[in-house]
C-alpha cells in the first residue's frame, strides 16, 4: 500500500528525519509513536506531500510519490487529518465537509452517508457551525471530511489529542470498522494504550528514525516507555 524508505528530511541545519523507513500494509492500522520533536509530524507530511523529503522514496499503491503535489496525492487516495483538527469555525458541519470536494470530480462531489453512520452527531448537527462543536465532535468532522474524499489510506497525527476519553472510544471503533472496510490506517501517537488497543502494526520514533516495529502484542513496556517518557 505504501511504503517509506530511508526518509531524510530538513529544515535548514536543523534535521528532522534521519533515514527513517516504514510499511503501511492493506487492511491495517498503523500506528507511529514518540516523544514531541522526534520527527513524526515531519514523516506525515513528507507523506502528504506538504514537506518533500531530501532523500529517500514514497511508494504509494506502485507509484513513486516525490514529484507529486499535495492536491496530486489527495487524488490518488490519501486523506489526511491534521494535528488540531483545522476545522473552519464560521463553516457550517456540512460546508465543513464540502471542503473535501476540491479534490474530487464533479460526479464525486457527495457526502457519503457513511460518514454519517460512523458519526451520527455530525448528521445531527448538520447545520451548526464547525466552531459551535465540541472538541471531540471536531475531532469527528475532520475525520469526516478527510472521508470525503474515498480515500485508500487515511493519514491522522494525533486523532486523540485533547479529546474526553469517550469520544477517544467513539474514534477508535470507527478507524476499526473503516479498516474493515478495506481502508488502510496511519496514525501518529503518543497515547499507548490507545495504539495497543486498535493497532495492526507499531512503530517507535527517536531522533528522526524508527528505532522499534513490531506488533502491539510484542511490545516491551520498559524499552518503549523509555522511548515515550521525557
Given at each position: 500500500?505504501?511504503?517509506?524508505?530511508?526518509?531524510?528530511?530538513?529544515?535548514?541545519s536543523?534535521?528532522?528525519?534521519?533515514?527513517?523507513?516504514?510499511?503501511?500494509?492493506?487492511?491495517?492500522?498503523?500506528?507511529?509513536?514518540?516523544?514531541?520533536?522526534?520527527?513524526k509530524?515531519?514523516?506525515?507530511?513528507?507523506?502528504?506531500?506538504?514537506?518533500?523529503?531530501?532523500?529517500?522514496?514514497?511508494?504509494?499503491?506502485?507509484?513513486?510519490?516525490?514529484?507529486?503535489?499535495?492536491?496530486?496525492?489527495?487524488?490518488?487516495?490519501?486523506?489526511?487529518?491534521?494535528?488540531g483538527?483545522?476545522?473552519?469555525?464560521?463553516?457550517?458541519?456540512?460546508?465543513?465537509?464540502?471542503?473535501?470536494?476540491?479534490?474530487?470530480?464533479?460526479?464525486?462531489?457527495?457526502?457519503?452517508?457513511?460518514?454519517?453512520?460512523?458519526?451520527?452527531?455530525?448528521?445531527?448537527?448538520?447545520?451548526?457551525?464547525?466552531?459551535?462543536?465540541?472538541?471531540?465532535?471536531?475531532?469527528?468532522?475532520?475525520?469526516?471530511?478527510?472521508?470525503?474524499?474515498?480515500?485508500?489510506?487515511?493519514?491522522?497525527?494525533?486523532?486523540t489529542?485533547?479529546?474526553?476519553?469517550?469520544?477517544?472510544?467513539?474514534?477508535?471503533?470507527?478507524?476499526?470498522?473503516?479498516?474493515?472496510?478495506?481502508?488502510?490506517?496511519?496514525?501518529?501517537?503518543?497515547?499507548?494504550?490507545?495504539?495497543?488497543?486498535?493497532?495492526?502494526h507499531?512503530?517507535?520514533?527517536?531522533?528522526?528514525?524508527?528505532?522499534?516495529?513490531?506488533?502491539?502484542?510484542?511490545?516491551?513496556?520498559?524499552?518503549?516507555?523509555?522511548?515515550?517518557?521525557?
Amino acid at each position: 500500500m505504501l511504503t517509506v524508505e530511508n526518509a531524510k528530511l530538513s529544515y535548514g541545519s536543523s534535521i528532522a528525519l534521519r533515514g527513517a523507513s516504514l510499511e503501511i500494509g492493506p487492511n491495517e492500522i498503523t500506528c507511529v509513536l514518540g516523544r514531541n520533536g522526534v520527527g513524526k509530524t515531519s514523516l506525515l507530511r513528507s507523506i502528504i506531500g506538504q514537506h518533500p523529503l531530501s532523500f529517500g522514496s514514497i511508494t504509494f499503491s506502485g507509484q513513486e510519490l516525490a514529484n507529486r503535489q499535495v492536491h496530486d496525492r489527495a487524488r490518488s487516495g490519501i486523506g489526511f487529518v491534521p494535528q488540531g483538527r483545522e476545522i473552519f469555525p464560521l463553516l457550517t458541519v456540512k460546508e465543513n465537509l464540502q471542503t473535501g470536494f476540491s479534490s474530487l470530480p464533479r460526479k464525486d462531489r457527495t457526502i457519503p452517508e457513511d460518514i454519517f453512520n460512523l458519526f451520527p452527531v455530525l448528521k445531527d448537527m448538520l447545520n451548526r457551525r464547525g466552531g459551535d462543536l465540541s472538541g471531540g465532535q471536531q475531532q469527528q468532522l475532520a475525520i469526516g471530511r478527510a472521508l470525503v474524499l474515498r480515500p485508500k489510506l487515511l493519514v491522522l497525527d494525533e486523532p486523540t489529542e485533547g479529546i474526553q476519553p469517550s469520544i477517544i472510544k467513539d474514534i477508535g471503533s470507527a478507524l476499526q470498522t473503516l479498516r474493515d472496510r478495506g481502508i488502510a490506517i496511519l496514525l501518529v501517537e503518543q497515547y499507548l494504550d490507545f495504539c495497543r488497543e486498535i493497532g495492526d502494526h507499531i512503530y517507535i520514533m527517536d531522533r528522526g528514525e524508527v528505532v522499534y516495529s513490531g506488533l502491539p502484542k510484542t511490545l516491551d513496556d520498559s524499552s518503549v516507555r523509555r522511548y515515550l517518557t521525557v
